[in-house]
């Protein structure tokens, strides 16, 4: 296999399996001479420097379209990917000391290159232009890392001050004092701009990298806004699909430090209940912090081990969705490039570890499937989401196809929520061959993954059973209670379509409510003082 197959090979390994680099050359089979092994190793880091810069040249000069007979959707086994065998050519064409992909002119991948060479150089120095770089070297990715930072709008401080704290006071709030202008998605996120997140469009304001604004900020002081990853927000975004006030409580097993808890109360509009639990001493003192800023007034929080918790509890009957967010190997959250150059982990370390950490998820997932009401034999809890910060499918679509199996999950009937269900808009979805090979079971689960997802590497998969007692089955119900949750489906589906419908904010709705209170009061007043 020639360098830059090897090369690519060694990507797409990264991005299945992550370690390190030097790991990944021997688990994808390659041997090397030493000489290779570190043309090869350097190729590869430098790649990965430049990908979020080759990834934008990729999507305006659409080479794996333009050039498919070259660069095949589907390669065959044992050979790399034709994605990554052009980020390999491409950042040698562009970024390496030579300027030029070593190699015979007549080999079919360096020809259809080189047929767009004038085009990628020109994309590439506009790039420079808008980014400010003065040197093509300045875009390879630092160790701040990322395209966008991003800030979700929390409307519990809205809910519970006087003052008003709505998105509409921050874009004003933004503008007046940051001089930032709301505008339409676009990428690279030009400087002096943000825009709403098109997948969680009520919450999520996108920025450019290196903005930090809200550093001695009032509105991040007030706990009003909450610096939070996109993919982080999608857990409690998937639980809470159709979600109605007066369906029951939440259930979060591992709540610190409380970003996801935050979140789910903000979606239940700070009303009903929300079980934290946190096993360790010291997150639980920043978790009730957390929530206590996050103005969260619907969270009861337990310092203690979710495992221990009896999960037919009465005091959790009312519970029927639960948020699961398990201790994971984190190799998702990647801001900095040393798991490029890490030292060598032995493999089998690496297996253990991912071993022992699936096990303990896995335990997590069979005690909530274990929640249900003691009081009346009906189960409650209907709604189970299960997410990591890992990108290996050991702690992902292996655990959730474990959890499937599992005799806990037969007697109850849990099965993986659709994709319908699942942000279906998010297109990057689980691995099948992870997932016994079964296509509808990958496109219900979600992955991210760093530098291709603008978002840290991540993984959501939701499990349902129907066998509740709010969902009734569609015989017994009317046809108005089925017309109202087609009516949410479908309002959460066009949200998520990115179709950004002009919804009133929940703390809109709150305010308005508030305030046809107090004319009733005064109207009311008036009348007996009249
Ligand atoms: C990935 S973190 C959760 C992050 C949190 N969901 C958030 O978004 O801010 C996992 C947390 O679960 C806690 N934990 C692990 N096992 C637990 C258990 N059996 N019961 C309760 N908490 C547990 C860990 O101490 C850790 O704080």
């Known amino acids: 296999?020639?360098?830059?197959?090897?090369?690519?090979?060694?990507?797409?390994?990264?991005?299945?399996?992550?370690?390190?680099?030097?790991?990944?050359?021997?688990?994808?089979?390659?041997?090397?001479s030493p000489p290779e092994t570190k043309r090869v190793l350097a190729l590869v880091i430098e790649t990965l420097k430049y990908r979020p810069v080759l990834i934008q040249l990729l999507d305006i000069v659409p080479l794996l379209?333009?050039?498919?007979?070259?660069?095949?959707?589907?390669?065959?086994?044992?050979?790399?990917?034709?994605?990554?065998?052009?980020?390999?050519?491409?950042?040698?064409?562009?970024?390496?000391?030579?300027?030029?992909?070593?190699?015979?002119?007549?080999?079919?991948?360096?020809?259809?290159?080189l047929k767009h060479k004038s085009r990628f150089h020109s994309e590439l120095v506009k790039l420079q232009i808008r980014e400010g770089k003065q040197r093509k070297e300045d875009l390879a990715r630092s160790s701040q890392g990322g395209e966008a930072r991003y800030v979700r709008w929390n409307p519990n401080i809205d809910l519970s001050r006087?003052?008003?704290?709505?998105?509409?006071?921050?874009?004003?709030?933004?503008?007046?004092?940051?001089?930032?202008?709301?505008?339409?998605?676009?990428?690279?996120?030009?400087?002096?701009?943000f825009f709403m997140d098109p997948h969680l469009p009520d919450c999520l304001l996108v920025f450019p990298p290196g903005t930090n604004w809200w550093v001695e900020d009032e509105w991040y002081a007030a706990g009003a806004v909450i610096l939070q990853d996109k993919a982080s927000c999608f857990p409690a975004k998937v639980l809470m699909h159709g979600w109605r006030d007066g369906e029951g409580e939440c259930l979060d097993a591992t709540a610190a430090p409380g970003n996801k808890t935050s979140h789910l109360a903000a979606l239940m509009g700070?009303?009903?209940?929300?079980?934290?639990?946190?096993?360790?001493?010291?997150?639980?003192?920043?978790?009730?912090?957390?929530?206590?800023?996050?103005?969260?007034?619907?969270?009861?929080?337990?310092?203690?081990?979710?495992?221990?918790?009896?999960?037919?509890?009465?005091?959790?009957?009312?519970?029927?969705?639960?948020?699961?967010?398990?201790?994971?190997?984190?190799?998702?959250?990647?801001?900095?490039?040393?798991?490029?150059?890490?030292?060598?982990?032995?493999?089998?370390?690496?297996?253990?570890?991912?071993?022992?950490?699936?096990?303990?998820?896995?335990?997590?997932?069979?005690?909530?499937f274990q929640c249900k009401s003691s009081l009346n034999a009906i189960p409650a809890a209907r709604r189970i989401v299960y997410s990591t910060c890992s990108i290996h499918a050991e702690?992902?679509?292996?655990?959730?196809?474990?959890?499937?199996?599992?005799?806990?999950?037969?007697?109850?009937?849990?099965?993986?929520?659709?994709?319908?269900?699942?942000?279906?808009?998010?297109?990057?979805?689980?691995?099948?061959?992870?997932?016994?090979?079964?296509?509808?079971?990958?496109?219900?689960?979600?992955?991210?993954?760093?530098?291709q997802d603008k978002t840290n590497g991540f993984f959501v998969a939701c499990f349902v059973r129907n066998s509740s007692?709010?969902?009734?089955?569609?015989?017994?119900?009317?046809?108005?209670?089925?017309?109202?949750?087609?009516?949410?489906?479908?309002?959460?589906?066009?949200?998520?379509?990115g179709l950004k419908a002009k919804i009133k904010t929940q703390a809109q709705q709150e305010r308005a409510r508030r305030k046809k209170q107090s004319q009733k009061k005064r109207r009311k007043t008036e009348s007996t003082s009249g």
């Not at 089955?473 to 479908?490: H, I």
């Open 162 to 193: 006087p003052e008003d704290w709505s998105l509409d006071a921050l874009f004003r709030h933004l503008k007046e004092k940051h001089g930032f202008e709301h505008v339409e998605e676009t990428w690279p996120i030009p400087s002096g701009k």
């Open 395 to 451: 702690e992902d679509e292996q655990v959730v196809r474990a959890a499937l199996q599992s005799s806990d999950a037969q007697a109850a009937g849990w099965k993986l929520a659709p994709r319908a269900e699942v942000l279906p808009a998010w297109s990057r979805r689980g691995r099948a061959e992870d997932l016994g090979g079964d296509e509808t079971l990958a496109e219900s689960v979600i992955r991210c993954l760093p530098d």
């Open 270 to 368: 700070n009303r009903s209940t929300i079980w934290a639990f946190e096993r360790s001493k010291g997150r639980f003192i920043t978790l009730e912090k957390m929530l206590a800023k996050a103005g969260c007034n619907n969270v009861k929080v337990r310092n203690s081990d979710f495992l221990e918790s009896n999960p037919r509890d009465e005091q959790f009957a009312k519970v029927t969705r639960i948020l699961l967010d398990p201790s994971c190997s984190g190799s998702g959250i990647v801001n900095r490039l040393d798991y490029l150059v890490e030292a060598e982990v032995d493999e089998s370390d690496r297996a253990e570890r991912l071993e022992k950490l699936a096990a303990f998820q896995l335990q997590m997932i069979q005690h909530a």
């Open 65 to 113: 379209s333009l050039e498919r007979t070259t660069f095949p959707k589907k390669t065959p086994p044992r050979t790399p990917s034709s994605r990554s065998l052009i980020l390999v050519l491409l950042h040698d064409l562009l970024f390496s000391t030579k300027s030029r992909i070593e190699a015979s002119d007549k080999w079919p991948p360096k020809e259809a290159i």
């Open 1 to 32: 296999m020639n360098f830059y197959k090897s090369a690519a090979s060694v990507i797409d390994h990264l991005d299945k399996h992550q370690g390190s680099v030097k790991g990944s050359l021997v688990t994808a089979g390659l041997k090397l």
């Open 469 to 497: 007692p709010i969902l009734k089955s569609s015989a017994k119900r009317s046809v108005e209670e089925m017309q109202e949750e087609d009516a949410a489906f479908q309002s959460d589906l066009e949200l998520e379509e």
